[in-house]
């Protein structure tokens, strides 16, 4: 299994951007990977996932403004966030699943990173 180090949360106010960052210790090439956001209070929700085809989904909340990406030579995925509003505070997970896990997988999550957007 791989391990995930995620990096680039931090502290920015409304209307702002961030880059997260996802360093996989292996190979990614053959994993689907996908951000995920835990807001105060509330349960894991997807972000966005990128395929190992490149196909890309979002959250409608995402959909326009963030943007993920793959560098499978870098072993690393990155979630871009533009606009950003006070509703996308929370701390943000990067997963890594294999296209040869079962159905019931839940892959491999990293330690999160927090985001914090002040109004």
């Known amino acids: 299994q791989v391990q995930l180090v995620e990096s680039g949360g931090g502290l920015v106010q409304a209307g702002g951007s961030l880059r997260l960052s996802c360093a996989a210790s292996?190979?990614?090439?053959?994993?689907?990977m996908g951000w995920y956001r835990r807001a105060p209070g509330k349960q894991r929700e997807l972000v966005a996932t990128?395929?190992?085809?490149?196909?890309?989904d979002y959250a409608d909340s995402a959909k326009g403004r963030f943007t993920i990406s793959r560098e499978n030579s870098k072993n690393t995925v990155y979630l871009q966030m533009n606009g950003l509003k006070p509703e996308d505070t929370g701390v943000y997970y990067c997963?890594?699943?294999?296209?040869?896990?079962?159905?019931?997988?839940?892959?491999?999550w990293g330690q999160g990173t927090q985001v914090t957007v002040s109004s």
């Open positions: 997963n890594a699943k294999s296209d040869r896990s079962p159905w019931w997988s839940q892959g491999t």
């Open positions: 292996g190979s990614i090439f053959s994993s689907t």
């Open positions: 990128i395929t190992s085809g490149g196909s890309t």
